[in-house]
């Protein structure tokens, strides 16, 4: 007799990954489930959390942080061992972490995926850039993504690169008159200033209304312009996926020749329920999906699962320049210079990108007068004077893969549901420690051009949010966890949908390639089921 | 909320209870020392009753000796006799070291629109909301940009410099991406003829 199913596919996390994935195999015809640890939240009310928030700079706090799917909000929910705290944004409800993402979406660059063969250091994709970039196109395609075609994105000065089999789906957005300032400047000394591709849309898109320059896209877009996976969500219901909420996985269940045979999801209010299905796909975040891995006991015959975890490690500057620039006007970030994205200096030190930030200078620039203490009609002089001429980087490393970086199950802590939470070690490395004096030197050579005023460097390193290697992606099952499919080499039916699988970090931000691996998955696997 | 104000950690050890504490603050209306103080330093209305009252809630519960640091500015500035807080930053009664704290918590909560102090580290904190909208800080550039989440222009405003901008020498605005050099290092942009 024919075995039964609940579903041909069960999907475990509704991020920007998960929910790509799901609509993909449900408009193939094949029946989905998609679990999710959260609840749907409309975007109304996260919008009115974020105006009614004592931080907003903090941007979890307008999400939920329940006892039951807990999110870094919560310090009972991560614990880190190592010399840096590492503690990514992210969120738990329908859409996942791209609800207060920035929508900078990035191709890797084919030196970034044969990082060990050009240049001596960290790991090699076991696929090229080649095998991707039909999925790139259609990620770029379902997310809005607004590029410029003409630009050369490894930031040497070249003509277009990467290559593209197609434009991109929408024209950029115009400069902000900042980055035109800085441009005009600052190019002359011999930087390339390049647009950033962004999920923010200038046109009427898949139901979503072009950018407005709300200038809020952290912590939420007021009207849907920027992308979040919520979208896909619902897209994968309309498409005839069947949503849980409040179903948080906590166990893959193994059977006979490697299979999976089901998972197990626990709700708010501690039922259990065990669902079967043909294939498993896990989406469930850059740390998270390494803990149902290890609390599973699956896919880890190479014990990697939870190593060589990566961020794009950072710091960042403020200045204020010689002229009004005002920032603050459009989205919160733009594009940058990326000299160092690319190069043989790489065999030395990492690579390094600087991004433009622009959120509305304000807050930053009122707080610093207070507490200098400016008072009176002098602070608002200052405000404005400040505000117009306030400009920050935010500046990333290319972080590269050690087993020592690791997420795990904590050995004794437990969320509301019984399940563990989780534990971080971290170690900035050598190779970005190599490579801060050079962005520092380039921070003082802006300032210079800039006839400014230095604020600040920040002191340390910073979180970028931006998980990679939890869960690395390999040729050899003894040192990886998927292959270049993102199967996992110890179980045939098995798919990780995640930043995680990346096993070289670069310094774009990793979502948009984690979306065309997804929607690769759900390819391979609507060919099999 | 009590979470907002995150006072369980900061009261620790203090012998009151957080609730008895801000049960009693509530109950009390904001003293028209401290609205005369508040409308006095930041030279607005503050016409929003919930945003002073919030204020005024969390400021006496971060601090209990708040109502009556908020008495003496008060009384300083009534009986320095100047008119407006330049003068008063120009007279002598401002050398006063505690009266300048006040005024800089009260100038700090209506201009960031929150009390308290958000930690550098850690996501539990003693700040508490006043008002987003009302926050007199993006009163100074309100013409030239926009308090995040309500947006003015339509796409692609941002490419135009704020009315009134200071025309530097350099390239006008350009609002398509063509690769920098030529986009925006024109021989008559770096020429300075703009
Ligand atoms: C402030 C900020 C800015 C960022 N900016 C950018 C950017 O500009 N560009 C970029 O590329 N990236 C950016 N990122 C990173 C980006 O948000 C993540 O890479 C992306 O969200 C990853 O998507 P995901 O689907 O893998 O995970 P998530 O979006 O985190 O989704 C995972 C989902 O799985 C659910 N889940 C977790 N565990 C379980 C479980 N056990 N059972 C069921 N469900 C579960 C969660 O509730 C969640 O909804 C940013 C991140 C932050 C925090
Ligand atoms: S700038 Fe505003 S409208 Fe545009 S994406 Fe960001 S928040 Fe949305």
Known sequence: MAETYDADVIVVGSGALGSNAAYELAKAGKSVILLEAGLRIPRWKIVQNSRNSSRRSDYNRPYPDAEWAMTTESEEYLENTGSFALRPGMLKLVGGTTWHWAAATWRYLPADMKLKSTYGVGRDWPISYDDLEPWYQRAEEALGVVGSDEQDQSGQGGPAFPPRSKPYPLPPEGKTYMFQRLEARLSPLGFNFIHEPNARVTKPYDGRPACAGNNNCMPVCPIGAMYSGGFHADHAEAAGAKLLTDATAYKLEKGANGKIVAVHYRTSKGEDVRLTARYFVVAAHGLETPKLLLMSDVANSSDQVGRNLMDHTGIGMHFLADEEVWGGRGAVQQGGIFNRRDGEHRREYAAIKHAIANPVPNPEVAKRLIDQGVLGPELDRRIRDEASRWVEFSTVFEMLPHPTNRVQPHPTKRDALGIPTLTVHYDVDDYVAAARPHAEADFHTFVKGMNGQLIDISEGWQNRDHLMGSVIMGADPKDSVVDGDCRTHDHDNLFLATTGVIPASGVINPTLTGVALSIRIADTIAKEV | ?194
């Open chain 2, 1 to 194: 909320m009590l979470a907002g104000i995150g006072g369980v950690a900061f009261l620790a050890g203090s012998g009151f209870s957080v609730d008895a504490l801000l049960a009693q603050a509530q109950a009390a209306k904001p003293s028209g020392a401290f609205l005369h103080a508040s409308r006095f330093v930041t030279s607005a209305p503050l016409t929003d009753d919930v945003a002073v009252m919030r204020a005024w809630t969390q400021l006496s519960t971060l601090d209990r000796e708040f109502p009556r640091a908020a008495e003496r500015l008060s009384a300083a500035i009534t009986s320095s006799g100047v008119q407006d807080m330049a003068a008063f930053l120009a007279a002598s009664v401002s050398k006063d070291e505690a009266l300048l704290a006040t005024a800089r918590t009260i100038t700090a909560a209506f201009y960031l629109g929150f009390t308290g102090r958000p930690p550098s580290e850690g996501h539990k904190d003693t700040t508490g909301f006043v008002t987003f909208t009302g926050a007199l800080m993006w009163r100074p550039t309100i013409d030239a940009t926009v308090i995040p989440t309500y947006a003015r222009g339509g796409t692609n405003f941002w490419v135009n410099p704020p009315a009134g901008t200071p025309v530097p020498r350099g390239p006008r605005s350009i609002p398509e991406w063509q690769g920098s050099a030529h986009s925006s290092n024109s021989a008559a942009d770096r020429a300075g003829k703009v």
